[in-house]
């Protein structure tokens, strides 16, 4: 869900940047066929989920949102990390997001057939509508969020979250400067990626 984050922590390798986008898509083993960084980018993807379901930053992000999200906090706090990334990226990185984001879509098009279905579905409409650069825009947030929410298989009103994002910006801010720090640390201690 938050695509900009896991490619932003992938570094600058095309492949890991392709396998980190992959990694919501591939489920199960990594089948042998994938080029070894494009799995090498999946597997990193997989270790970043774990680092976030466990992040006492994370955790205090998804404490932070009404209950009433249930599971879905979770999938809430991607979003949101994505939104402030897009949102800061002058903070993270030189090379201005819109550049970044049109590279990244000539990967998506350029290595389209060898995307998994679901993202061979997404990547046209994450193209068009400037996903990555839009993500900077709190509405697009809410919209986001109700994308998902018609995809769940028991309902829950996701894209009120962007009514907790309003109320305590300062303080998901926090939590996502912190996990931010943290999983730039482990990229670089466990996969040798320098993101800086």
């Not at 997989?46 to 879905?72: E, M, V, Y």
Request: proline share 5%; hydrophobic share 40%; with cysteine.
């Amino acid at each position: 869900m938050n695509y900009l984050v896991h490619l932003y922590l992938s570094g600058a390798d095309p492949e890991l940047q392709l396998g980190g986008l992959m990694g919501d898509f591939v489920k199960g083993p990594i089948p042998t066929s994938y080029p070894e960084k494009v799995a090498l980018g999946i597997h990193l993807h997989r270790r970043i989920d774990s680092l976030a379901q466990n992040s006492p930053h994370t955790r205090q992000s998804r404490q932070r949102l009404d209950c009433k999200f249930g599971h879905g906090r979770g999938i809430i706090v991607d979003i949101f990390y994505d939104h402030f990334l897009a949102a800061n990226w002058s903070d993270y990185a030189t090379e201005p997001l819109a550049s970044y984001a049109k590279k990244v879509y000539r990967l998506l098009q350029e290595q389209h057939a060898q995307l998994p279905a679901g993202l061979q579905q997404v990547a046209p409409r994450m193209i068009e509508h400037n996903w990555l650069v839009s993500y900077r825009q709190r509405w697009v947030v809410g919209r986001a969020l109700k994308r998902i929410a018609q995809r769940l298989s028991r309902p829950l009103p996701l894209a009120e979250g962007v009514d907790d994002l309003a109320a305590h910006e300062a303080l998901f801010l926090h939590d996502f400067k912190g996990f931010m720090t943290e999983a730039m640390d482990f990229v670089k201690d466990e996969f040798d990626i320098k993101v800086r």
